[in-house]
């Protein structure tokens, strides 16, 4: 028996993995694991892969210790009945009831949220949102999405939707996205989207111009993606550097509209491209400052999430805790 | 003596008029007055200006009878402290405690909230609203508003500032707008932003496709207003048709981030424009519509406020009532 403290188990689902965890009250991870998903095989595979994960995890530790499980997943989580609804990437799954099984096997309170505002929640508990009473989180990887807190509890909106900030249009003109939208921001800054027009870019260059980015994708251009271009923006390449910082404005141009029309002024950025280097950080506030109504100016902030990987297993417990 | 019924006092503060009334518990209004504002004055002739239009209203009633006062002010009221703060065209006017002096003249409760929310409220118990838990509503005026209704109640911002979507942006590299920021939806479609616009397109025109706005406007293209664009659509000006059409598809573009980002899927549309033509309505759907998310697609309602003029009035008195 490694631990007498209470605990909850926090579980992170996405399409290829399952990360669970033995998250303490303080928020801190104690153990975790991870394992397929299964997203293939549709909707009971995966809930006895769930179910299997929080088995392993829980092997070190007393059952009448945990507090409760906490799932975060992609997908819209219903505000009347929790089920899961359409998580992209997950095969035969229009609306699940991912709860009840899990409760049946172990008998401890479970609760279910969207993976985004699962992450917002553990910004704003044990993150970089702690100091702020009402903040917008946003994550920033293959799609954007977000989580609005407010009063430090979750917005979910009327059937817990809220916070799908990706699909706010910053060119009603503009490109068309996988929504079947028109110039939302994901389809500017997600990361396909960035590697693509990257790639784009760097294609039409003379070869001396090229010379850092090849290097890091071993003169494969295909290999592009966010990390490779944050990495050619440290190593001074102008070009990388010119696109991340577009990147930035572009989404303090979403984010503005977002705080005017919430009355927010924080902003928090979690998911793979928040690790960009910290002028990307400066274009983003510089775009927001510049374009958001004056009475927020003096206020604005845009910070890096603190909680990284971990944030899905920690705000998934923080349904708990 | 008029009545013997409770009511409350809706005082609607414009920057040119003070719109006085007394509200059933119903929401039907069975008195008002109008006053000048004296904005240029300051704020003490302005609140002298409320308490001798209120004084005027009440004649005929019982002050036993009237449940307190609620005013609907341009500007942001505080959260914290209820101070009305940078009311636009009110001279010398930071922030203002407006509700004490009328306190202290009629010893009843006094609220303030901002008139976009007033309206707002008023749809929502009395007005198109009246079925829906949670709406979008959006004044289409001079300049654009909102106020947002989650489970029939405000959503006000952590500062009382929420709604504010006529400076959402749909073109990040736009129109300047007056605000500052680049490409607002009110930069498009605002009152004036739309008869100007309108009056250049005119202009560029032969004489014989100017004929019908020309005979609306007495020959001078300077008179160009929505009211005018409206009725020239109605005799079948296609230049005008298609302005607003146009006009409809920017709003609904707007909007369809707004529900994406809320999870909302109704709107409500008052103010001076929104008496356009029911073509203007189709377009704003179709263009939210064929933008917004998925799950909302179905879901998704655009309709014409009920209240008209009185919102004002009546949504104040919502605040006691």
Redo the contacts between chains.
């Keep these: 028996m490694k631990s007498k403290k209470s605990f909850a188990v926090g579980v992170d689902l996405g399409a290829t993995n399952i990360k669970t965890g033995i998250v303490e009250v303080n928020g801190s991870i104690s153990d975790q694991i991870s394992v397929e998903s299964k997203s293939d095989k549709g909707p009971p595979v995966v809930i006895q892969q769930i179910i299997f994960s929080i088995q392993e995890v829980l092997g070190k530790y007393k059952l009448r210790d945990c507090k409760g499980i906490g799932i975060g997943t992609p997908g ?1 989580v219903s505000s009347t009945d929790g089920t899961v ?2 998580p992209p990437n997950f095969a035969n799954w229009s609306s699940v009831d991912v709860t009840k099984k899990i409760r049946q096997s172990f008998s401890v309170p479970v609760y279910v949220e969207n993976d985004a505002n699962c992450a917002a929640l553990a910004e704003s508990r044990f993150g970089a949102g702690i100091e702020f ?2 903040f917008l989180f946003v994550i920033w990887g293959t799609g954007i999405g ?1 989580g ?1 807190i ?2 430090r509890k979750l917005y ?10 990706g ?7 503009g490109a068309a996205c996988n ?5 939302c921001i994901e389809s500017y800054i997600g990361q396909r989207y960035l590697s693509q027009r990257t790639k784009e870019i760097f294609t039409t260059l003379r070869s001396g111009e090229r010379a850092i980015i090849e290097k890091l994708v071993d003169g494969n251009l295909d290999k592009i993606e966010p990390v490779i271009i944050s990495k050619a923006a440290e190593l001074g390449d102008p070009t990388a550097i010119s696109i991340l910082k577009e990147a930035g ?2 989404l303090g ?2 984010l ?3 705080l ?6 924080v902003v928090v950025i979690g998911g793979g491209i928040s690790a960009a280097p910290g002028f990307v950080y400066e274009a983003i506030l510089s775009s927001v400052r ?7 100016r003096a206020g604005v902030k845009v910070i890096r999430a603190s909680l990284g990987n971990n944030a899905g297993i920690i705000g998934a417990a923080s349904l708990v805790l």
Excluded: F, M, W
């Design positions: 819209v609804q359409h009473k009402d977000g609005i407010i009063n979910r909106g009327p059937n817990g939707g809220a916070g799908e900030i699909h706010l249009s910053i060119d009603y003109d929504c079947g939208g028109i110039g404005t572009l141009s979403a503005a509209s977002i005017n029309v919430l009355d927010l002024e510049s374009r958001v109504l004056k009475p927020h």
